[in-house]
């Protein structure tokens, strides 16, 4: 039995197809929040180029086209269930992290307008997976969401695959490094929300300095 939060070892037991599976469960389908993206993409790159754990070589080109599918399909599906679902899609959760991604997703929004904020969400985990059916509830127009997630989930997508494909092809061995590297995408993956927060509390601790002057 698989791992569902090892990238190497749902890469060991479903290859490519596990791949897509992924990312389609991760960007398209609430539940899917918990599951691996980045490190998925990057570990799948890195076999792509050395074939490690376990005697395990996929496709570059195979994975390219099956993390690009599962990415835009699951984002299209998201903004589809938000639209036709509403808020209810959400307000049923009782996962504290969907809840914070929730209000994370809506801080985008607001802050960087509708394209900026799909495209970013491609990189910051859990909101890549609530801001699709977010966008949907929201009115975001199916053409406006279609464009920008496009964007987002292929720059995204290529240039993790393609990332781990590069640190493969040019260092020898890194595969008997892979789970120290996997973990540095993790730590890596993390750094947006982690800056943002940091942002956030300096932007409110700003905003309370002149009502203590005003106070005083």
Known sequence: MPNLLDAASLLTAFGTVGVFLVLF????????????????????????????????????????????AGALLGAQTGHLIGRRAGRAVLARTRSRHLGAGVRRAE?????????????????????????????????VPARAFALWQIVGGLVWTVGLVLGGYGLGTSIPNVDH?????????????????????LRSRCRANAGSEPSREFAA
């Open 25 to 68: 469960a991760e960007t398209g389908l609430l539940f899917g929040f918990f599951l691996p993206g980045d490190s998925l993409l990057f570990t799948a790159g890195l076999l792509c180029a050395t074939g490690a754990s376990g005697g395990v070589h996929l496709s570059l080109p195979g994975v390219l086209l099956a993390a690009a």
């Open 107 to 139: 801080e985008l929004l607001a802050r960087y307008g509708q394209g900026k904020a799909i495209v970013l969400a491609r990189f910051i985990p859990v909101v890549r997976t609530v801001l699709n059916p977010l966008a949907g509830m929201v009115g």
């Open 177 to 197: 490094y892979l789970l120290p590297v996997v973990a540095v995408i993790v730590a890596l993956s993390l750094l947006p929300p982690v800056l943002e927060v």
